[in-house]
Each structure stands twice: as C-alpha cells, then as structure tokens.
C-alpha cells in the first residue's frame, strides 16, 4: 500500500515588516508588501501568477507498506520563486528572481518511518546595497530568502511536518498535506536578515536559522485583522522589547491588539496561560465589559502591534472572538 503526504511553505512581506529608511520604497509605492495568502491552498501555481508571494517550498514523499513494513520511499516537489515587481513614475518593471538549487537531506528511516527534508529558497532580482558585518562589508545581491522542511510519514498512515529552518525574513507560512494553513513563523528579523544572509551563512554555506514557529490565529481573528489595517483610521503602531508588557491585568484600557510580530505570553493572576504569535487579535473583552484587562500580556521576544479603538470595528466579531478565548482558556483581556 502507499501512503503519501506533503509539506508546503509560503513566505511573503507583511505590512509593517520592514523597518526604518528601508520601508521608503514601499510606503511610495515603488514596492509593495504583500496580502497575507489564504488559509487553504487551491494551486499554488496560481498563486506564483498572481504574485501572492515570494517563494514556495512544497516536499511531497511517499512509503510502499508491506506487512506493517515499509518497503520502500521516495519524494518529489521543490521550490517555485516569483518576480519581483516594482513601480516608478507609473511604470511597471519586473525583476526575475534566482532560485538557488533546492538541497534535500538523504531520507532517515527508522522503525516505521521515514524522514524526509528539503531547503528552498534564493534572492530577489533587485540589486540591494548596504553595509554588512563582516568581509567584504558592501554587498550589492540581494540577501538570500528560505524555508527548511522535514515530512516524516509513518507506515501507520500518519505524518508529521515541521518548519525547522528559515530566513529571517520575510514571514514563512506553512501548510499541511490537506493544504491547509497550520504554523506560522513567530518573528521577522529584517536587521538580521539584511546584514547576514548571505555567503556561507545560508543553507547552501554552512549555516541554517532555526525557526520560531507558532500556531495559526482563528478565522475570526484574521477578518479583524484585516478591518484594523485596512479600516478607515490607521491603527497606531506600537514596539515592546522583549520582556516588556503590552498591558497589565487590572489596569483599564480601550484599546485592541492586532499582534504583527513576535511572540506574547497571556498571564493571568501571574500564571502564563498561553502564548500567542502573529496574526492574534487580544484586548476585546476589556471593550466588550468592564474596561479592565483581564490578563498582563508579556513580550516573549520582540514584538510588533497594532493598535486600535475598536469603534470600527463590528460587535459581533470582538464577541466571537471573547467566547472563542473564553472557550481555550485564554482569558487575555
């Protein structure tokens, strides 16, 4: 019998990802960001046509069961790298990317399974210069961008795939064998990525980044996250360092939180009751009752927030999302 399974990566450009004078471009208009792909994967070689993102990593493997035993393995797929697309006076340039030769890892068997793994990526078309930490200290290429997987099926039927290494930069979104939306990675570093991803400090050097990786945000989260960023007052951006709190409970507020980076630790009466990464929306319940927060939220890492009044922003949705925390335990106010 063979069973199969695969692993897909999307990683693309958020709004608020790039920091200080290098965001110039894209706040022109010269570049853009990029909307935040969908929670399902229905082709992904529409998605590279519609320009819905930068990269794609996508492992597909497969294991022949004899008897409870795996006789045999194999894998396919591999990476798909866009263009990049500029504006300037009107005028619309496209820049071809280069793809750097996808690298698999000889397969790991085991008693009953099989691992797979694959690293895809490379760099945009458009040169980048700037100051780097080391040797030559100028770099004109752009930085290289990646994402590594691993598969591991199981002669039982099940698999399990993980994000166990990534750029720095952009966000890396990953995807089950179903295609649907399951992690996420947790921070973009885009100083780190910009002065170090390059040369031997890249998968096809000598070096990998390990992968922050955090759970996906419900359905009702990502509509308001889209009503806070596109709604018509922009929200106000706010940095907590690491160790830092967005709020503390007991203490009133009016505000809602959209997390665009980094992880959040949700404490309540000072014990942690969850960790959020990007993409969570925190802070309705204090508009929805009393006006009192009703959990401290704590900077695990670095992170990124919008904020927002809430005026905007429909009852029903922020009521949703209460009983949805109420439901997991996550009482972050």
């Not at 199969?4 to 022109?28: L, M, N, Q």
């Not at 990049?84 to 496209?94: E, S």
């Not at 996420?184 to 980044?209: C, I, M, N």
């Amino acid at each position: 019998m063979r069973l199969e399974s695969s692993v897909t990566s999307i990683s693309w450009i958020p709004s608020e990802a790039v920091p200080g004078v290098t965001k110039v471009p894209f706040e022109i208009g010269f570049s853009h960001y990029d909307d935040p792909p969908p929670d399902h994967i229905e082709s992904l070689e529409a998605l590279l046509a519609e320009d819905r993102f930068r990269f794609a990593n996508q492992l597909s493997a497969w294991i022949d069961v004899v008897d409870g035993r795996i006789v045999r393995h194999g894998q396919a797929g591999g990476g798909q790298i866009g263009v990049t697309k500029l504006r300037l006076g009107g005028r619309g340039m496209t820049f071809a990317a280069v793809a750097f030769p996808d690298k698999r890892e000889d397969p790991v068997a085991g008693d009953g399974w099989v691992r797979f793994a694959q690293t895809c990526g490379g760099r945009t078309g458009v040169p980048a210069p700037r100051r780097v930490n080391r040797p030559p200290f100028i770099q004109v290429a752009a930085p290289l961008a990646w994402t590594t997987l691993t598969l591991t099926l199981f002669a039982d039927g099940t698999s399990v795939h993980e994000l166990t290494g990534a750029s720095p930069f952009p966000r890396h979104w990953v995807y089950d064998g179903d295609q649907n939306l399951t992690h996420k990675s947790g921070l973009v570093d885009f100083k780190r990525w910009y002065q170090h991803a390059f040369g031997s400090h890249t998968p096809w050097g000598d070096e990998d980044s390990p992968a922050l990786v955090t759970e996906v945000e419900t359905a009702t989260e990502r509509e308001l996250s889209l009503r806070i960023m596109r709604g018509g007052v922009k929200p106000r951006i706010q940095v907590v360092k690491e160790g830092g709190t967005l709020v503390e409970q007991g203490e009133e507020g009016g505000d809602l939180y959209l997390l665009l980076d980094g992880v959040l630790s949700v404490e309540v009466d000072g014990v942690p009751v969850a960790q959020v990464g990007p993409g969570a929306v925190l802070g309705e319940r204090a508009l929805l009752e009393d006006g009192l927060r009703t959990a401290t939220l704590r900077a695990l890492t670095p992170c990124k927030v919008a904020a927002a009044t809430g005026a905007e922003l429909a009852p029903e949705l922020l009521s949703e999302l209460a009983a949805g925390h109420r439901r997991e335990g996550d009482r972050a106010g």
